[in-house]
Structures are given as C-alpha cells and as structure tokens.
C-alpha cells in the first residue's frame, strides 16, 4: 500500500482563503516531500521537511510535521486562482532511496 | 539540456504490441525513477536506479515490464505485449542523491494509450 496518503481527496476553496492539506505515513523516514502537478503530467517540488524539523515555510506555503502522528500538513496562504493543481507528498522509509507518493489531493480555487 | 526530457511525449499502440519510452536526466544527476500515473490516481512506483548499483525493480508489476540504464545517463522503459492496462502516464524522475533521498526533478511525462 502507499506510503503517504492525502487528505482529503478534493478541496475547492474561494480564492483569498487559506487551503489546508493532509499527509499520513505508516513508517519512520528521512524526510516529507510536498511536490505539485498540473494537468497529469510533470511534478514540481515545492518543499522538503526533514525528520527533525517540525515547520517549514516557503512564501505562501507552511508545512508541518509531527512525527510522533505521521503526519504531515501543507498550508498555503492568500489562494490564487493559479494554486489550482494536484499536491502530493513523497516519503522515503528511513535507509532506503526509494521515493512513494500518495494519492493526492486535487486543490481548485474559484475566482 | 537544461530538464529531464522524455520522449514520445504520447504514444498510440495496439494491444499486444511493444513500446519503448525514453527518459534524458540531467547532466550529473546520479538518481533516476519511473513512475506510473493512472487517470486520476497517485504515482505508482516502478523503478529505481542510483548509479552503478543493482536497480530497486520492486514495483515493475509484471515481467513485462522491464527498464535499463547506462551508466549515469539515458534509461529506457520497454513494455512487451501491452495490454489496455498499461494506459497511464510513464513519468520519469532524476535526483542527486549523497546521504538521504533528495528532491526529484520530473519530465514531462509519455503518454500511452493502448487501443
């Protein structure tokens, strides 16, 4: 089963607010990943949390890890129209390279 | 160049014939993965190279499937006998890694649809 999975699955939002997405994970790792994908086709890092950092901001975005709950939560502030894509986050188990990405969450931001 | 690159950026084939998709890293990046993307859904992950080590062919999901790559350069990803199944996009990924897993820089993607 995958590693990460997002929460939720779909989140349509005005824009101006704030949009909140969630990440779980099932083993101990390195490091959370959050990239970002418009329409099907390539991804595009956004930012990186390693284990024993518990925020992260960069611009608009925060992230959060709590490592004691496997989780992990992006944040982007202010919304654009232009924020609206698909975020996935990545994890590695700890000593292995091999990168796994959740479902996603599909963000849309209306005018 | 200056990002991955794949190619064909879309690709039509019948059922039960091959394809061979390619993916460009870049310059230096000794990391390279493939991923699978059904409609709608997460990536799936197929397989991994690092160098000059054995790859991590964990999640190729049948003998069909199969990938190489020469040294730290291009890599190939050869379906035999596709299947309808097998319609996804084919994402490739290259890194630099040292200690711990790094960011990934993606292509484009190569599209297949098999009739």
């Known amino acids: 089963s995958q590693q990460g999975e997002e929460d939720p699955q779909a989140l349509s939002i005005q824009e101006g607010e704030n949009a909140t997405m969630n990440c779980s994970y099932k083993?101990?790792?390195?490091?959370l990943q959050w990239y970002r994908q418009n329409s099907g086709r390539g991804l595009v890092h956004l930012i990186l949390i390693r284990s024993n950092e518990r925020e992260k901001h960069s611009g608009r975005l925060r992230v959060t890890l709590d490592t004691s709950k496997k989780s992990s939560s992006l944040l982007i502030t202010a919304s654009r129209a232009a924020d609206t894509a698909s975020y996935f986050c990545?994890?590695?188990?700890?000593?292995?390279?091999?990168?796994?990405f959740g479902q996603g969450t599909r963000l849309t931001i209306n005018p | 160049g200056a990002g991955v690159s794949q190619s064909p950026s879309n690709k039509v084939t019948e059922k039960g014939k091959d394809v061979e998709l390619r993916c460009d890293p870049i310059?230096?990046?000794?990391?390279l993965y493939w991923y699978r993307q059904r409609l709608g859904q997460g990536l799936e992950f197929l397989i991994y190279?690092?160098?000059?080590?054995?790859?991590?062919k964990s999640g190729l999901p049948s003998d069909r499937f199969s990938a190489e790559r020469t040294g730290e350069s291009v890599s190939t990803l050869t379906i035999q006998r596709t299947q309808q199944e097998d319609s996804a996009v084919y994402l490739c990924?290259?890194?630099?890694?040292?200690?711990?897993?790094?960011?990934?820089?993606f292509g484009e993607g190569s599209r297949l649809t098999v009739l």
């Open positions: 990924a290259s890194a630099v890694v040292q200690a711990n897993t790094g960011e990934l820089f």
């Open positions: 990545a994890t590695a188990r700890q000593g292995a390279q091999k990168l796994v």
């Open positions: 310059s230096g990046h000794t990391a």
């Open positions: 083993t101990s790792i390195n490091n």
């Open positions: 190279f690092q160098g000059n080590s054995a790859p991590d």
